[in-house]
Protein backbone atom coordinates (compact mmCIF):
# COMPACT_ATOMS: atom_id res chain seq x y z
CA UNK A 1 0.00 0.00 0.00
CA UNK A 2 1.53 3.30 -0.92
CA UNK A 3 -0.74 6.71 -0.25
CA UNK A 4 0.55 10.08 -1.96
CA UNK A 5 0.09 12.80 0.57
CA UNK A 6 2.07 15.85 -0.80
CA UNK A 7 4.96 16.66 -3.49
CA UNK A 8 7.25 19.64 -3.17
CA UNK A 9 9.12 21.10 -6.12
CA UNK A 10 12.84 22.20 -4.93
CA UNK A 11 13.17 25.25 -6.94
CA UNK A 12 14.87 27.22 -4.66
CA UNK A 13 16.18 27.81 -1.11
CA UNK A 14 12.51 28.30 0.04
CA UNK A 15 11.54 25.38 -1.24
CA UNK A 16 13.96 23.16 0.88
CA UNK A 17 12.48 25.25 4.13
CA UNK A 18 9.02 24.45 2.53
CA UNK A 19 9.85 20.87 2.92
CA UNK A 20 11.12 20.84 6.26
CA UNK A 21 8.06 22.47 7.71
CA UNK A 22 6.05 19.75 5.78
CA UNK A 23 7.74 17.23 7.22
CA UNK A 24 7.60 18.27 10.51
CA UNK A 25 3.91 19.38 10.24
CA UNK A 26 3.47 16.01 8.49
CA UNK A 27 4.75 14.12 11.35
CA UNK A 28 3.37 15.78 13.92
CA UNK A 29 -0.16 15.30 12.08
CA UNK A 30 0.30 11.57 12.63
CA UNK A 31 1.17 11.25 16.17
CA UNK A 32 5.02 11.38 16.35
CA UNK A 33 7.15 12.56 19.38
CA UNK A 34 8.31 15.78 19.27
CA UNK A 35 12.23 14.50 19.09
CA UNK A 36 11.13 12.04 16.06
CA UNK A 37 9.61 14.88 14.41
CA UNK A 38 12.92 16.64 14.38
CA UNK A 39 14.36 13.76 13.03
CA UNK A 40 11.97 13.36 10.42
CA UNK A 41 12.18 17.05 9.70
CA UNK A 42 16.47 17.28 9.82
CA UNK A 43 16.73 13.99 7.47
CA UNK A 44 14.24 15.92 5.05
CA UNK A 45 16.24 18.80 5.17
CA UNK A 46 19.29 17.27 4.79
CA UNK A 47 18.76 15.21 1.39
CA UNK A 48 16.67 18.50 0.08
CA UNK A 49 19.40 20.46 0.26
CA UNK A 50 21.39 18.38 -1.47
CA UNK A 51 19.05 17.85 -4.31
CA UNK A 52 19.02 21.90 -4.08
CA UNK A 53 22.52 22.40 -4.30
CA UNK A 54 24.38 19.66 -6.22
CA UNK A 55 21.42 19.21 -8.53
CA UNK A 56 20.30 21.55 -9.37
CA UNK A 57 16.95 21.15 -8.23
CA UNK A 58 13.84 17.78 -7.65
CA UNK A 59 11.22 17.23 -5.85
CA UNK A 60 9.79 15.71 -2.27
CA UNK A 61 7.36 13.47 -2.24
CA UNK A 62 5.20 12.49 0.85
CA UNK A 63 3.67 9.12 1.52
CA UNK A 64 2.24 6.27 3.79
CA UNK A 65 3.17 2.90 2.84
CA UNK A 66 2.85 -0.29 4.31
CA UNK A 67 -0.27 -2.26 5.75
CA UNK A 68 -2.62 -1.41 8.25
CA UNK A 69 -2.18 -1.37 10.97
CA UNK A 70 1.72 -0.75 10.81
CA UNK A 71 1.74 2.15 8.62
CA UNK A 72 5.12 4.45 7.72
CA UNK A 73 5.32 7.92 6.73
CA UNK A 74 7.77 7.61 3.69
CA UNK A 75 9.56 10.47 2.12
CA UNK A 76 11.17 10.19 -1.41
CA UNK A 77 13.93 13.05 -3.02
CA UNK A 78 14.21 13.19 -6.58
CA UNK A 79 16.84 15.13 -8.65
CA UNK A 80 17.60 16.00 -11.54
CA UNK A 81 21.56 16.05 -11.48
CA UNK A 82 24.78 13.91 -12.45
CA UNK A 83 24.11 11.15 -10.17
CA UNK A 84 26.82 10.53 -7.41
CA UNK A 85 29.73 8.69 -8.09
CA UNK A 86 31.14 8.18 -4.87
CA UNK A 87 27.91 6.39 -3.75
CA UNK A 88 29.65 3.10 -2.07
CA UNK A 89 31.88 5.04 -0.51
CA UNK A 90 29.02 7.51 0.71
CA UNK A 91 26.90 4.84 1.80
CA UNK A 92 29.46 3.03 4.03
CA UNK A 93 30.65 6.39 5.65
CA UNK A 94 34.12 6.84 4.27
CA UNK A 95 33.59 9.40 1.61
CA UNK A 96 33.80 13.49 2.60
CA UNK A 97 33.18 15.72 -0.03
CA UNK A 98 34.38 19.43 0.35
CA UNK A 99 30.82 20.72 0.46
CA UNK A 100 30.05 18.01 3.48
CA UNK A 101 27.60 16.12 1.40
CA UNK A 102 28.71 12.59 2.76
CA UNK A 103 28.30 13.95 6.48
CA UNK A 104 24.42 15.57 5.73
CA UNK A 105 23.57 11.48 4.21
CA UNK A 106 25.24 9.86 6.82
CA UNK A 107 23.32 11.48 9.28
CA UNK A 108 20.17 11.29 7.79
CA UNK A 109 20.51 7.44 7.52
CA UNK A 110 20.77 7.80 11.42
CA UNK A 111 17.80 9.68 11.91
CA UNK A 112 15.50 7.52 9.30
CA UNK A 113 14.93 3.93 10.20
CA UNK A 114 14.49 3.08 6.48
CA UNK A 115 17.38 4.91 4.20
CA UNK A 116 18.11 3.57 0.29
CA UNK A 117 20.01 4.97 -2.21
CA UNK A 118 19.39 5.01 -6.17
CA UNK A 119 21.60 6.42 -8.55
CA UNK A 120 23.04 6.37 -12.20
CA UNK A 121 24.95 8.50 -14.24
CA UNK A 122 23.30 11.10 -16.39
CA UNK A 123 19.92 10.13 -15.01
CA UNK A 124 20.34 11.65 -10.85
CA UNK A 125 19.65 10.45 -7.88
CA UNK A 126 16.55 8.88 -5.58
CA UNK A 127 16.74 8.96 -1.52
CA UNK A 128 14.17 7.22 0.19
CA UNK A 129 13.69 6.83 3.48
CA UNK A 130 11.04 5.87 6.21
CA UNK A 131 9.65 5.76 10.12
CA UNK A 132 7.33 3.60 11.25
CA UNK A 133 4.14 5.66 12.49
CA UNK A 134 4.23 5.27 16.77
CA UNK A 135 2.99 2.29 18.29
CA UNK A 136 0.50 3.83 20.09
CA UNK A 137 -1.18 5.91 16.93
CA UNK A 138 -3.49 2.93 16.34
CA UNK A 139 -4.99 2.28 12.27
CA UNK A 140 -5.20 5.51 10.40
CA UNK A 141 -8.06 5.54 8.54
CA UNK A 142 -8.85 7.33 4.69
CA UNK A 143 -10.94 10.12 5.88
CA UNK A 144 -8.48 11.04 8.86
CA UNK A 145 -5.56 11.34 6.71
CA UNK A 146 -7.45 13.24 4.08
CA UNK A 147 -8.19 15.69 7.19
CA UNK A 148 -4.43 15.92 7.95
CA UNK A 149 -3.27 16.21 4.67
CA UNK A 150 -6.11 19.13 4.19
CA UNK A 151 -5.14 20.99 7.72
CA UNK A 152 -1.62 21.17 6.64
CA UNK A 153 -2.49 22.02 2.73
CA UNK A 154 -4.12 25.04 3.78
CA UNK A 155 -1.37 26.45 6.13
CA UNK A 156 0.24 29.67 4.34
CA UNK A 157 3.97 28.34 3.44
CA UNK A 158 6.16 31.74 4.36
CA UNK A 159 9.60 31.67 3.07
CA UNK A 160 10.70 33.25 5.80
CA UNK A 161 13.94 31.32 6.83
CA UNK A 162 14.46 33.31 9.79
CA UNK A 163 11.66 31.97 11.45
CA UNK A 164 12.66 28.54 9.84
CA UNK A 165 15.81 29.08 11.40
CA UNK A 166 14.44 30.10 15.06
CA UNK A 167 11.67 26.76 15.02
CA UNK A 168 15.06 25.18 14.21
CA UNK A 169 16.84 26.03 17.06
CA UNK A 170 14.12 25.23 19.75
CA UNK A 171 13.77 22.13 18.50
CA UNK A 172 17.94 21.95 18.95
CA UNK A 173 17.07 23.83 22.35
CA UNK A 174 14.15 20.68 23.13
CA UNK A 175 16.05 18.13 21.88
CA UNK A 176 19.38 19.03 23.84
CA UNK A 177 16.94 19.07 26.99
CA UNK A 178 15.24 15.65 26.24
CA UNK A 179 19.28 14.25 25.94
CA UNK A 180 20.13 15.77 28.92
CA UNK A 181 17.45 14.32 31.06
CA UNK A 182 18.72 10.94 29.55
CA UNK A 183 22.10 11.54 30.08
CA UNK A 184 21.29 12.37 33.45
CA UNK A 185 18.94 9.15 33.44
CA UNK A 186 21.85 7.06 32.45
CA UNK A 187 24.50 8.15 34.47
CA UNK A 188 22.15 7.49 37.45
CA UNK A 189 21.59 3.83 35.99
CA UNK A 190 25.05 3.39 35.47
CA UNK A 191 25.54 3.97 39.02
CA UNK A 192 22.87 1.46 40.09
CA UNK A 193 24.75 -0.60 37.74
CA UNK A 194 28.25 -0.11 39.26
CA UNK A 195 26.70 -0.98 42.92
CA UNK A 196 24.59 -3.72 42.04
CA UNK A 197 28.38 -4.87 40.42
CA UNK A 198 30.10 -4.35 43.15
CA UNK A 199 27.79 -6.23 45.25
CA UNK A 200 27.59 -9.19 42.59
CA UNK A 201 31.69 -9.01 42.68
CA UNK A 202 31.26 -9.57 46.50
CA UNK A 203 28.45 -12.35 46.66
CA UNK A 204 31.02 -14.18 44.39
CA UNK A 205 33.71 -13.92 46.07
CA UNK A 206 31.64 -15.19 49.31
CA UNK A 207 30.22 -18.41 47.07
CA UNK A 208 34.11 -18.56 46.46
CA UNK A 209 34.93 -18.66 49.17
CA UNK A 210 32.09 -21.01 50.85
CA UNK A 211 32.95 -23.08 47.80
CA UNK A 212 36.63 -23.40 49.18
CA UNK A 213 35.38 -24.24 52.69
CA UNK A 214 33.05 -26.70 51.06
CA UNK A 215 35.51 -28.60 49.45
CA UNK A 216 37.97 -28.46 52.40
CA UNK A 217 35.62 -30.61 54.30
CA UNK A 218 34.62 -32.97 52.02
CA UNK A 219 38.23 -33.48 51.37
CA UNK A 220 38.46 -33.88 54.96
CA UNK A 221 35.56 -36.16 55.36
CA UNK A 222 37.01 -38.56 52.65
CA UNK A 223 40.21 -38.53 54.63
CA UNK A 224 38.22 -39.53 57.67
CA UNK A 225 36.92 -42.01 56.44
CA UNK A 226 39.27 -43.71 54.69
CA UNK A 227 41.32 -43.49 57.51
CA UNK A 228 38.57 -44.88 60.25
CA UNK A 229 38.00 -47.40 58.24
CA UNK A 230 41.14 -49.04 57.93
CA UNK A 231 41.58 -48.51 61.40
CA UNK A 232 38.46 -50.52 62.15
CA UNK A 233 38.61 -52.88 59.68
CA UNK A 234 42.11 -54.41 61.89
CA UNK A 235 39.95 -54.68 65.14
CA UNK A 236 37.10 -56.12 63.26
CA UNK A 237 38.62 -58.99 61.48
CA UNK A 238 40.02 -59.82 65.50
CA UNK A 239 36.86 -60.15 66.50
CA UNK A 240 35.55 -62.15 63.98
CA UNK A 241 38.75 -64.62 64.12
CA UNK A 242 38.08 -64.49 67.76
CA UNK A 243 34.44 -65.46 67.50
CA UNK A 244 35.22 -68.28 64.76
CA UNK A 245 37.72 -69.97 67.62
CA UNK A 246 35.21 -69.81 70.16
CA UNK A 247 32.16 -71.07 67.89
CA UNK A 248 35.03 -74.14 66.25
CA UNK A 249 35.59 -74.91 70.46
CA UNK A 250 39.38 -74.71 69.98
CA UNK A 251 39.70 -73.51 73.71
CA UNK A 252 36.71 -75.69 74.61
CA UNK A 253 33.74 -76.10 74.93
CA UNK A 254 30.92 -73.34 75.38
CA UNK A 255 27.64 -73.16 76.56
CA UNK A 256 24.21 -73.01 74.93
CA UNK A 257 23.92 -68.87 76.07
CA UNK A 258 27.25 -68.66 75.48
CA UNK A 259 26.97 -70.03 72.07
CA UNK A 260 24.46 -67.75 71.40
CA UNK A 261 26.22 -64.80 72.46
CA UNK A 262 29.09 -65.81 70.94
CA UNK A 263 27.00 -66.03 67.49
CA UNK A 264 25.75 -62.27 67.86
CA UNK A 265 29.08 -60.85 68.62
CA UNK A 266 30.41 -62.34 65.54
CA UNK A 267 26.65 -61.06 63.61
CA UNK A 268 27.34 -57.60 64.83
CA UNK A 269 31.25 -57.93 63.80
CA UNK A 270 29.71 -58.97 59.86
CA UNK A 271 27.63 -56.00 60.41
CA UNK A 272 29.92 -53.42 61.39
CA UNK A 273 32.45 -54.67 58.79
CA UNK A 274 29.62 -54.47 55.62
CA UNK A 275 29.39 -50.81 57.13
CA UNK A 276 33.17 -49.90 56.94
CA UNK A 277 33.15 -51.42 53.77
CA UNK A 278 30.70 -49.42 52.34
CA UNK A 279 32.13 -46.09 54.11
CA UNK A 280 35.48 -47.07 52.48
CA UNK A 281 33.82 -47.68 48.92
CA UNK A 282 32.43 -44.06 49.48
CA UNK A 283 35.50 -42.55 50.26
CA UNK A 284 37.31 -44.02 47.31
CA UNK A 285 34.85 -42.91 45.03
CA UNK A 286 34.44 -39.76 46.53
CA UNK A 287 38.08 -39.38 46.36
CA UNK A 288 38.06 -40.39 42.43
CA UNK A 289 40.52 -43.52 42.94
CA UNK A 290 37.86 -45.94 42.21
CA UNK A 291 38.93 -47.74 39.26
CA UNK A 292 36.98 -49.16 36.50
CA UNK A 293 38.23 -52.53 35.18
CA UNK A 294 35.56 -53.41 32.48
CA UNK A 295 36.05 -57.22 30.66
CA UNK A 296 33.89 -59.27 28.57
CA UNK A 297 31.81 -61.76 30.64
CA UNK A 298 28.03 -63.70 30.00
CA UNK A 299 25.21 -62.71 32.15
CA UNK A 300 24.42 -66.29 33.13
CA UNK A 301 27.77 -66.74 35.04
CA UNK A 302 27.22 -63.55 36.57
CA UNK A 303 23.62 -65.00 37.82
CA UNK A 304 24.96 -68.15 38.89
CA UNK A 305 27.66 -66.47 40.59
CA UNK A 306 24.69 -64.28 42.71
CA UNK A 307 22.64 -67.52 43.13
CA UNK A 308 25.13 -69.54 44.72
CA UNK A 309 25.80 -65.76 46.82
CA UNK A 310 22.84 -64.96 47.94
CA UNK A 311 20.59 -68.42 48.31
CA UNK A 312 22.52 -69.22 51.84
CA UNK A 313 20.89 -65.77 52.85
CA UNK A 314 16.99 -66.94 52.77
CA UNK A 315 16.27 -67.36 56.29
CA UNK A 316 11.95 -67.74 55.54
CA UNK A 317 10.79 -70.49 54.12
CA UNK A 318 7.83 -67.75 52.93
CA UNK A 319 10.32 -66.03 50.21
CA UNK A 320 11.99 -67.53 47.29
CA UNK A 321 14.91 -65.75 45.50
CA UNK A 322 13.93 -66.13 41.59
CA UNK A 323 16.90 -65.88 38.40
CA UNK A 324 15.10 -65.02 35.02
CA UNK A 325 16.31 -66.85 32.23
CA UNK A 326 19.61 -64.63 30.16
CA UNK A 327 19.87 -66.65 26.94
CA UNK A 328 17.99 -63.58 24.79
CA UNK A 329 21.06 -61.41 26.83
CA UNK A 330 24.05 -60.33 24.84
CA UNK A 331 27.60 -60.70 26.21
CA UNK A 332 29.13 -57.23 28.65
CA UNK A 333 31.85 -55.39 28.74
CA UNK A 334 32.16 -53.91 32.44
CA UNK A 335 33.13 -54.14 35.43
CA UNK A 336 31.67 -57.49 36.65
CA UNK A 337 32.88 -57.01 40.56
CA UNK A 338 31.13 -53.55 41.04
CA UNK A 339 27.60 -55.03 38.88
CA UNK A 340 27.80 -57.48 41.37
CA UNK A 341 28.30 -55.37 44.53
CA UNK A 342 25.18 -53.08 42.80
CA UNK A 343 22.99 -56.26 42.26
CA UNK A 344 24.12 -57.95 45.91
CA UNK A 345 22.70 -54.61 47.98
CA UNK A 346 19.43 -54.66 45.74
CA UNK A 347 18.86 -58.06 46.94
CA UNK A 348 19.94 -57.68 50.47
CA UNK A 349 17.52 -55.12 50.52
CA UNK A 350 14.78 -57.17 49.02
CA UNK A 351 15.44 -60.16 51.32
CA UNK A 352 15.53 -57.77 54.60
CA UNK A 353 11.99 -56.00 53.36
CA UNK A 354 10.23 -58.82 52.21
CA UNK A 355 8.41 -61.18 54.36
CA UNK A 356 6.02 -63.24 52.20
CA UNK A 357 6.48 -63.62 48.38
CA UNK A 358 9.53 -63.65 45.64
CA UNK A 359 12.52 -61.71 45.01
CA UNK A 360 13.14 -62.29 40.76
CA UNK A 361 16.37 -61.26 39.78
CA UNK A 362 16.08 -60.46 36.06
CA UNK A 363 17.58 -58.47 32.99
CA UNK A 364 16.29 -56.60 29.37
CA UNK A 365 18.08 -55.20 26.81
CA UNK A 366 16.79 -52.32 24.64
CA UNK A 367 15.94 -52.64 20.96
CA UNK A 368 19.04 -51.06 19.78
CA UNK A 369 21.15 -53.28 21.58
CA UNK A 370 22.81 -50.73 23.25
CA UNK A 371 21.45 -50.64 27.01
CA UNK A 372 21.00 -53.45 29.77
CA UNK A 373 18.86 -53.07 32.34
CA UNK A 374 18.76 -55.42 35.48
CA UNK A 375 16.11 -55.19 37.79
CA UNK A 376 15.15 -56.66 41.41
CA UNK A 377 11.81 -56.90 41.99
CA UNK A 378 10.13 -57.95 45.49
CA UNK A 379 6.90 -58.23 46.91
CA UNK A 380 8.18 -56.67 50.21
CA UNK A 381 6.60 -53.85 52.52
CA UNK A 382 7.02 -51.24 49.67
CA UNK A 383 8.40 -47.65 49.75
CA UNK A 384 5.91 -44.27 49.56
CA UNK A 385 6.62 -42.15 46.47
CA UNK A 386 7.60 -39.34 48.40
CA UNK A 387 10.63 -41.48 49.81
CA UNK A 388 11.97 -43.09 46.57
CA UNK A 389 14.76 -39.87 46.21
CA UNK A 390 15.81 -40.31 49.95
CA UNK A 391 16.87 -43.69 50.06
CA UNK A 392 19.31 -43.02 47.65
CA UNK A 393 20.72 -40.11 49.74
CA UNK A 394 23.72 -41.19 52.35
CA UNK A 395 22.76 -42.25 55.50
CA UNK A 396 18.97 -41.71 54.34
CA UNK A 397 16.50 -44.10 55.71
CA UNK A 398 12.59 -44.33 55.84
CA UNK A 399 11.44 -45.58 59.30
CA UNK A 400 8.84 -48.45 59.10
CA UNK A 401 7.16 -51.47 60.91
CA UNK A 402 10.40 -53.67 60.34
CA UNK A 403 13.34 -50.73 61.38
CA UNK A 404 13.70 -52.22 64.83
CA UNK A 405 14.20 -55.84 63.14
CA UNK A 406 16.24 -54.47 60.33
CA UNK A 407 19.32 -52.68 60.89
CA UNK A 408 21.24 -50.32 58.16
CA UNK A 409 23.21 -47.23 57.74
CA UNK A 410 21.39 -46.19 54.32
CA UNK A 411 24.74 -46.12 53.31
CA UNK A 412 23.86 -49.69 50.31
CA UNK A 413 21.59 -47.43 47.91
CA UNK A 414 23.52 -44.28 48.05
CA UNK A 415 27.03 -46.40 47.02
CA UNK A 416 24.90 -48.37 44.77
CA UNK A 417 23.85 -44.91 42.87
CA UNK A 418 27.50 -43.88 42.89
CA UNK A 419 28.88 -47.12 41.55
CA UNK A 420 26.39 -46.91 38.84
CA UNK A 421 27.55 -43.52 37.75
CA UNK A 422 31.23 -44.61 37.38
CA UNK A 423 29.93 -47.94 35.32
CA UNK A 424 28.54 -45.07 32.95
CA UNK A 425 24.79 -45.86 34.36
CA UNK A 426 22.02 -45.45 36.49
CA UNK A 427 19.49 -46.35 39.07
CA UNK A 428 16.20 -45.92 39.79
CA UNK A 429 13.32 -47.33 41.66
CA UNK A 430 9.26 -48.44 40.99
CA UNK A 431 7.60 -48.85 44.74
CA UNK A 432 3.95 -48.92 45.80
CA UNK A 433 3.35 -49.05 49.69
CA UNK A 434 2.56 -52.55 50.71
CA UNK A 435 2.73 -53.71 47.26
CA UNK A 436 6.71 -54.02 46.56
CA UNK A 437 9.67 -52.64 45.09
CA UNK A 438 11.88 -52.92 41.77
CA UNK A 439 14.76 -51.70 41.77
CA UNK A 440 16.80 -50.84 38.32
CA UNK A 441 20.52 -50.42 37.20
CA UNK A 442 20.16 -49.09 33.55
CA UNK A 443 23.84 -49.37 31.99
CA UNK A 444 25.66 -49.76 28.93
CA UNK A 445 26.43 -53.08 27.39
CA UNK A 446 29.70 -51.89 26.57
CA UNK A 447 31.42 -49.79 28.95
CA UNK A 448 33.35 -46.67 27.17
CA UNK A 449 35.64 -44.13 28.89
CA UNK A 450 36.36 -42.72 25.98
CA UNK A 451 36.12 -42.99 21.81
CA UNK A 452 39.27 -44.79 22.34
CA UNK A 453 38.10 -47.44 24.69
CA UNK A 454 34.69 -47.29 22.38
CA UNK A 455 36.95 -48.85 19.28
CA UNK A 456 38.89 -51.11 21.52
CA UNK A 457 35.88 -52.84 22.77
CA UNK A 458 34.45 -52.76 19.30
CA UNK A 459 37.55 -54.48 18.09
CA UNK A 460 37.68 -57.34 21.24
CA UNK A 461 33.55 -58.05 20.73
CA UNK A 462 34.37 -58.77 17.07
Known amino acids: MNTPLLRIRLDSAEDVVAARRRARELAAGFGFSRLDQTRIASAVSEIARNAHEYAGGGEVMFALEGERPRLALAVEVRDRGPGMRHLQSVLDGTYRSPHGMGVGITGSRRLMERFEIRSQPGAGTTVSMARALPA ?14 GEIATRTLRSDSLDEVQQQNRELVSTLEELRVRQDELARLTQELEATNRGVVALYAELDERAEELRRADLMKTRFLSNMSHELRTPLSSIRALANLLLNRLDGDLGVEQERQVKLILASAETLGETVDDLLDLAKIEAGKTDVVPAWFDPADL ?43 FVSNALKYTERGHIRVGARCDAQGER ?36 GTGLGLPLCRKLAALLGGEVSVDSELGVGSTFQLDLPVRFTANEDDARATSGDAA
Open 303 to 345: FAALRTMLTPLLNTPHVSLEFAATAALPRLYTDEPKLTQILRN
Open 136 to 149: DRGDVSGPEVERIV
Open 372 to 407: ITFFVADTGIGIAAEHHQIIFEEFGQVQNRLQQRVK
